[in-house]
């Protein structure tokens, strides 16, 4: 059994660069989603060369109802929502390959409320952003690349706000 264990850690630790093929500096890729309202959000309108003025950039969350880490992890994003959005970076959560009953259940159960939730029901977005882990939260500037990644968990609102930083810069 210890021997799984250790295989296993070596697993993880060496593959770590495989949870996501996106770099820091990459150009995310774009792509639109609906919410749970039936509105249609696209990247581009909020990041790029289309993005909307005064717009520092977004948070892209990626979770689903069943992984423990993201429960922990969304109210962490939503007690700080209306503070991000105050400095023009949206807040958005995407369940993977869930539906909004699925999501809304869960958002509810947390009380998690203010960050903007849209459904990848089929995993094409978290496939664009080769999510192999969740959670996962791409942090996103104004100018469209990629600022900051956090793999798994947040642990807290410091680290939130530091990768924040990293995004504005």
Do not use: H
């Amino acid at each position: 059994m210890e021997e799984i264990f250790i295989a296993s850690l070596l697993i993880v630790l060496l593959a770590t660069p495989v949870f996501a093929a996106l770099k820091l500096n990459d150009t995310a890729p774009t792509f639109s989603l609906r919410d749970s309202d039936g509105n249609d959000f696209y990247l581009s309108d909020v990041v790029g060369a289309a993005k909307k003025e005064n717009g520092k950039g977004v948070i892209l969350s990626f979770f689903a109802s069943w992984c423990a880490p993201c429960r922990s992890e969304l109210p962490i994003i939503d007690s700080l929502t209306d503070e991000l959005n105050g400095k023009g970076i949206k807040v958005v959560i995407i369940g993977y390959k869930e539906d909004f009953d699925q999501l809304n259940e869960l958002l509810a159960e947390l009380k998690v409320t203010k960050p903007l939730v849209l459904s990848d029901r089929y995993g094409k977005v978290g496939e664009k952003y080769e999510v192999r882990f969740l959670p996962t939260t791409f942090f996103i500037g104004a100018d469209g690349k990629v600022k900051d990644m956090i793999f798994g968990e947040i642990d807290g609102v410091k680290d939130l706000r530091d990768s924040v930083k990293k995004m504005l810069k």
